[in-house]
């Protein structure tokens, strides 16, 4: 089947590079091919060529017509692998959970959670006025709606 032999030649040229991990991929009825790749250490415009001509140069157009798109996960989207998380460790970012939303230095990223830092104002706990504290989350991924890099200009 023509998206079996597609998915092979993907993970084959993603296992050649262990810098490279798959974020989605999928094939339309029109057999147009979308693979969004991150890396460990970014993507380059090299690495999304690279992988998509292993995977165009061996299947022969003659026998199925499609098209192909590779890309990189780009800096807005959400982070959606546990891998993800571990490479934007010092990064500031924003979780949203079902309850609450946090903005933090994410500190530790392990495979079943992630660790947030921030500093708060708060009041203080004799007297008037306020005082800044030192906060830390741990979040399991189970509990995160949306997570996404805050980048700075």
Request: proline share 3%.
């Amino acid at each position: 089947m023509f998206k079996d032999e597609v998915k092979t030649l993907l993970s084959d040229a993603l296992d050649e590079d262990g810098n490279l991990f798959l974020i989605d991929f999928s094939i339309t009825t029109d057999n147009k091919i979308n693979v969004i790749l991150d890396g460990d250490n970014g993507v380059t415009v090299q690495d999304c060529m690279r992988i998509s001509r292993a995977i165009e140069h061996n299947l022969d157009r003659e026998e199925q017509d499609f098209s192909l798109e590779v890309a990189s996960a780009g800096a807005a989207s959400p982070m959606i692998m546990p891998r993800q998380y571990k490479k934007n460790v010092g990064r500031k970012v924003k979780v949203r959970t079902e309850v609450e939303t946090f903005e933090g230095n994410l500190t530790s990223a392990t495979e079943d959670h992630i660790v947030l830092e921030w500093k708060a104002r708060e009041p203080k706990p004799i007297g008037k006025g306020k005082v800044t504290v030192q906060k830390k989350k741990e979040i399991n991924f189970s509990e995160i709606k949306e997570a996404k890099v805050l980048l700075k200009f």
